[in-house]
Nanobody, 115 residues
């Protein structure tokens, strides 16, 4: 089994920045995808960004140019640098690791962006 622990959430003003981290532990296959999802109040959970072990990235249109996802394969850790934050970025952010038929989720970290 795999455990994912997120950190870095908080309260910021619009235009500010946050950096989220997610560290995975346990038995992890070297070929995998790690990503960040978010769920805003009253909305469906959506993909924010993900990154494969080989480095290929994918971003939601709403965050392109503002967020950057990166990873450290040796540490099984994924990061999300969030700049120029907007109130609509507010929500619970969840880390995900997927490989083969398995998918694992972190407990979530809250991000609140005030006007």
């Amino acid at each position: 089994q795999v455990q994912l622990v997120e950190s870095g959430g908080g309260l910021v003003q619009a235009g500010g920045s946050l950096r989220l981290s997610c560290a995975a532990s346990g038995i992890i296959l070297s070929i995998n995808v790690m990503g960040w999802y978010r769920q805003a109040p009253g909305k469906q959970r959506e993909l924010v960004a993900d990154i494969a072990s080989g480095g290929i990235t994918n971003y939601a249109d709403s965050v392109k140019g503002r967020f950057t996802i990166s990873r450290d394969n040796a540490k099984n850790t994924v990061y999300l640098q969030m700049n120029s934050l907007k109130p609509e970025d507010t929500g619970d952010y969840y880390c995900n690791l997927a490989s083969g038929f398995r998918s694992f989720w972190g407990q979530g970290t809250q991000v609140t962006v005030s006007s």
